[in-house]
């Protein structure tokens, strides 16, 4: 350690040190780097155990990205949220919600669908401001008062849709003015190497860049760990908590939104129970990806990562032969794996100099 | 050293009285602290310190008398027009945030930007550079300012915390009980860092229970007990040493009945051991 004898109170001026451009050290010790290899070595367990069997090939390779890239729109912005030091487990309704609004103002109201997706889209804009002033004002943790949220919406959307329609799903909406359109946003598919791939990929991969642009190199990504980190010290030289913590619920509950309308165009259908389960695979993709729970720090790259592994291990298992039931046995085992390697680098990013 | 008597007043208040329902936290306090000097705030638990430099930092309203800055009277109703006002408080452990990049944390709620429009980014570039100069001013020497703050060490820790303050262009430094967690090197470490403060013209008011770390540094001792002003004035340094300021923070008795005590402990000690030499 470099200080000057106690007592000068001279600064001391030291030779100006070059800012190391590159540390191997540094880079193994980034959040992400347990995801990128987990990632690597599923891909290479499914090249050796399937990749004879389709694993390995355009349409396999378009499946399980359709997967990831479903998932991944979601953890990009839940990344940030655990972040920011908050869950969002009222996603998984919000998802169905949002699809059963559209379709309905477009089906059994007759307007145009692009409506419906208008509204769809302001009713996850309020979800997602009265998760984050609920949160706020209340002090509850926000695990709690987004499950409460989960129920109260998924609920609410079986209620309504049963009142208005006597069933719980509704088709058709290939059929409706605007639908035309609204594929070409959210369900545009592109052809590579002979297989057809979603534009669901696209998005994820645009919102990836995006939402890890926001944490890495704009002010706004500063007070998001800031605030996950210490909101009392973060509080103290000046970030804007409330405004922090009420657009990382919106941007959430935004990603839902996108997801739902996603489904919705791809199936040409909406049901009440979309979206279930959604909420829990999306933190798993985060902590997957290098996440804390406990907020201050992660990675959206690691997200992105998380949601990948996730969509190989759900395809893969069955390119293997494997009932697909494994599945969850799987993702369980590697989340626990997860988080005790992320517990692993954690320690060294604050131990080592 | 020349007892600067004459320095401009950074931050005063003048018979200050705080009650929290029944119980009354500070009662007719009057301080006076100066630019370029190290006012040091002393007292027990519960003496009214917290209390006092919350009324400063404007997190509480003073009940009856004034606050006055610069000469200026002023009525803070939020941290943030005392941060405002160019008085900053470094908290003993909510100062930084472990996980979070050096340079990151020394511009957390100050980030510089560059590029325009939508692109208007965190300049990371000019943070690294701000941060490791002001670092090696410290004479702290980082491999790297994108380390995270945890690995630092207490005391590298708070020296920045109150670097970070005073780039930002603090005229007041409220440091509460900066060498409570530290060892002696590391206390050295952050009180060179004050030294260093005070010499810029910056007012240090220095909130501590450890008389040997405060001493040497301060200019001005304010003994805070039961919620009022020890003796009803604030000394100057030339006028009390470091046996009267440990003697009056303690209370005079009861000190001496501390000593009692522990002389009839060693006593008992010393029985004891005779009776074990015996066995």
Known sequence: MATAPVGSAEPLMSAPVAQPRFSAKKVLLKPEMGALAGAIAVWIFFAVVAGDRGFLNARGTASYLEVAAELGILAAFVALLMIGGEFDLSLGSTIGACGMIAALVASEYGHNLWLGIGISLLFAIVVGMANGILVLKTGLPSFIVTLAMLFMIRGATTGMTLKITNRTQVGGLNDLPGYDTASKLFAYEFHLFGASFAGSIIWWLVLTVIAGWILLRSRFGNWITGAGGNLQAARNVGVPIERVKILLFVGTAVSAWLLAMIQIINASSADVVRGEFKEFYAIVAAVIGGTLLTGGYGSVIGAALGALIFGMVQQGIVYAGVDGQWFDFVLGAMLLSAVLVNRFVRMRAVSTR | ?279
């Open chain 2, 1 to 279: 050293m020349t007892v600067a008597n004459n320095r401009d007043s950074a931050v005063e208040l003048r018979n200050v009285s705080k009650f929290f329902g029944n119980v009354t936290a500070l009662d007719d306090v009057s301080i006076d602290v100066h630019y370029g000097e190290v006012h040091c705030l002393l007292g027990d638990n519960g003496a009214g310190k917290s209390t006092l430099i919350k009324i400063i930092s404007g997190v509480f309203k003073p009940d009856r008398g004034e606050l006055l800055v610069d000469g200026q009277q002023v009525r803070f109703s939020s941290p943030r027009e005392s941060l405002d006002h160019g008085i900053a408080t470094v908290y003993q452990d909510l100062a930084m945030i472990p996980l979070m990049s050096i340079s990151r944390n020394f511009f957390l709620g100050t980030e510089p930007l560059t590029g325009w429009g939508p692109l208007r980014r965190f300049d990371l570039k000019h943070a690294d550079q701000v941060t490791r100069d002001e670092l090696s001013k410290m004479g702290i020497y980082v491999r790297d300012t994108d380390q995270p703050v945890g690995t630092l060490s207490g005391g590298e820790r708070q020296s920045v915390a109150i670097a970070r303050a005073v780039y930002h262009g603090a005229k007041v430094l409220i440091l509460d009980e900066p060498t409570a967690a530290l060892g002696v090197k590391e206390a050295g470490v952050v009180l060179r860092y004050v030294a260093q403060a005070r010499a810029r013209g910056i007012a240090v008011i220095l909130i501590t229970h450890n008389v040997h770390h405060a001493y040497p540094i301060a200019d001005r001792f304010t003994i805070l007990n039961r919620g009022g002003v020890m003796d009803s004035k604030t000394y100057l340094k030339a006028e009390i040493t470091r046996e009267e300021v440990v003697n009056r923070m303690a209370g005079g008795e009861e000190l001496d009945d501390l000593s009692h005590e522990l002389a009839e402990f060693a006593r008992r000690d010393e029985a004891l051991a005779d009776r074990e030499l015996q066995v």
